[in-house]
């Protein structure tokens, strides 16, 4: 494994941080998206960017931290975002969840 890859995972690890840092700021995942200004921009932003970087992981780097299932649940939140704004508030609610877990499952 080279050095890129654990960069790339570094910066997972830091857009979670970063999503768990607006909603503690907003008392909670629900009134981060509520807030469309400031809340729901950074969350977006911050999924895309985790979707789009996990892509990017050799499949030997995602088979060795057994990143199947996250990575491609990852990615399809990154098209959902990408592509089909309906209903994406109660849908990240839920995935909330998943992201947290991602977290304590490559630290």
């Known amino acids: 494994m080279s050095d890129k890859p654990v960069a790339k995972i570094e ?7 970063n999503i768990e840092t607006v909603c503690q700021r907003h008392k ?3 009134e981060a998206l509520e807030d469309e200004v ?5 969350i977006l932003i911050f999924l895309m960017q985790i979707g789009e970087t996990l892509k990017k ?5 995602i088979a060795m931290y057994g ?3 996250e990575i491609k649940g990852a990615y399809d939140v990154r098209n959902f975002i990408a592509h089909d704004y309906e209903g994406l508030i109660s849908r990240l609610s ?3 969840c998943t ?3 991602l977290s304590s499952k490559i630290k």
């Open 99 to 101: 992201i947290t877990y």
């Open 38 to 42: 400031e809340g729901r921009a950074a």
């Open 94 to 96: 839920k995935r909330y």
């Open 67 to 69: 990143l199947e299932t």
């Open 28 to 30: 909670g995942i629900h």
């Open 57 to 61: 992981l050799h499949s030997d780097d």
């Open 11 to 17: 910066f997972v690890l830091e857009m979670i941080k």
